[in-house]
């Protein structure tokens, strides 16, 4: 991977960090193309968090999406936190083929 990124989440497990997007009409750092899918579906902000198993290196990402833009306020970082990582215990799961 490597910039220019698709999407949020290219960008998010890449860097493995959190990326933000207020304003998804403003946003030049994703291709036209998921910006396009993202507005025709009804989200003008997003946050995609990184999702982590046992190791550093991220398995995945949690989004959350608004119909409006967002402040960074907006973005609920407790529930966030707690998403992302339920989600990595689950995905980590998978992938040791605990999950059916």
């Known amino acids: 991977m490597g910039a220019p990124y698709f999407g949020a989440c290219t960008a ?3 860097g493995n960090a959190i990326i933000t997007s207020q304003d998804l009409t403003k946003e030049d750092r994703f291709d ?4 396009e899918v993202c507005i ?4 003008r902000s997003l ?3 990184p999702v982590h198993g ?7 990402t949690f989004v959350m999406g608004y119909a409006q833009p967002a402040d960074l306020r907006d ?15 689950l995905l ?3 992938l040791d083929g605990e999950l059916g």
């Not at 036209?32 to 910006?35: A, Q």
């Not at 025709?40 to 989200?43: A, E, F, K």
């Open 75 to 89: 973005f609920d970082v407790t529930l966030m936190e707690f998403a992302a990582d339920a989600a990595g215990v």
């Open 40 to 43: 025709l579906h009804g989200i």
């Open 92 to 94: 980590q799961k998978h």
């Open 32 to 35: 036209e193309r998921f910006v």
């Open 54 to 60: 046992r190791g550093k290196h991220p398995i995945g």
């Open 47 to 49: 946050q995609s968090r």
């Open 12 to 14: 998010a497990m890449d």
